[in-house]
């Protein structure tokens, strides 16, 4: 059922909006031939769905949570791409590929769970000589996160902005208009109307405070 809801909220088509960001961030590396791609904390595959077709590479979506991996897995087979996207169930902080197994490694919205800097230091000798990082993470701690890519061995290619407004008119907006018309729909349907409570709860949070939902991406 949560997976019905979540679907019907449309987050992924949500989420999909904000793919012209990944593009442009995967537009802002040098062109890769066949690059081997890992993106870590991949959810339900928005990101990872993208770089398969922006990359004519090997592409591996990794998060801990089974049911997202689910939906990934049903995406790439609807697309026909079984055979250049892979699923790996695994905790970020227990990632155990080979050093240097990797062209590109990909993160967006999931550093924050072991943390920016230690991140860049753990993920670091996963990526190929001359290998991609590119991570999209909070807007907060800014000057500190410029200087962490140099002190962990890393040479910035490129930063852009996500602002607020975008996060409004493109994500938490189009979310919240949606809300009240499923809470009738299911409104006998207490763990469906938790879902709901809980989508509001985040967009309340953006109200609250809209400044600490700008986001970046860092290459
Ligand atoms: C904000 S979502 C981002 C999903 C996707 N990258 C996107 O941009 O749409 C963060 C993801 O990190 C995953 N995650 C959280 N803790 C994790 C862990 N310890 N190991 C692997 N993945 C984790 C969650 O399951 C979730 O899919």
Redesign the pocket.
């Known amino acids: 059922m949560t997976t019905n809801i979540i679907g019907e909220i449309q987050k992924d088509h949500l989420?999909e909006g904000l793919t012209k960001y990944t593009r442009k961030a995967f537009q802002m590396l040098p062109e890769l031939d066949k690059p081997s791609i890992l993106?870590?904390?991949?959810?339900?595959?928005?990101?990872t769905m993208e770089l398969a077709r922006l990359s004519n590479g090997q592409v591996i979506g990794?998060?801990?949570?089974q049911p997202?991996l689910d939906e990934l897995t049903r995406k790439i087979e609807d697309a026909g791409l079984s055979d250049r996207v892979k699923t790996v169930k695994?905790?970020?902080?227990e990632i155990d590929f080979p050093d240097e197994s990797f062209n590109i490694i990909w993160?967006?919205?999931?550093i924050s769970?072991?943390g920016f800097e230690q991140g860049l230091k753990v993920w670091r000798r996963l990526l190929k000589p001359k290998g991609f990082l590119v991570v999209?993470d909070g807007i907060d701690n800014m000057t500190k996160k410029l200087k962490q890519i140099p002190s962990c061995g890393y040479e910035l290619l490129g930063y852009f902005t996500l602002t607020e407004d975008t996060w409004w008119c493109e994500y938490y907006g189009p979310l919240e208009k949606r809300i009240p018309e499923l809470s009738i729909k299911y409104s006998d349907n207490p763990e469906a109307l938790d879902v709901l409570d809980k989508e509001q709860q985040e967009v309340d949070m953006f109200k609250r405070n809209p400044k600490m939902f700008g986001s970046v991406f860092f290459l």
């Open positions: 989420r993106d870590i904390g991949c959810g339900t595959g928005v990101p990794l998060d801990i949570s997202l695994c905790s970020l902080f993160a967006e919205g999931s769970v072991i999209h």
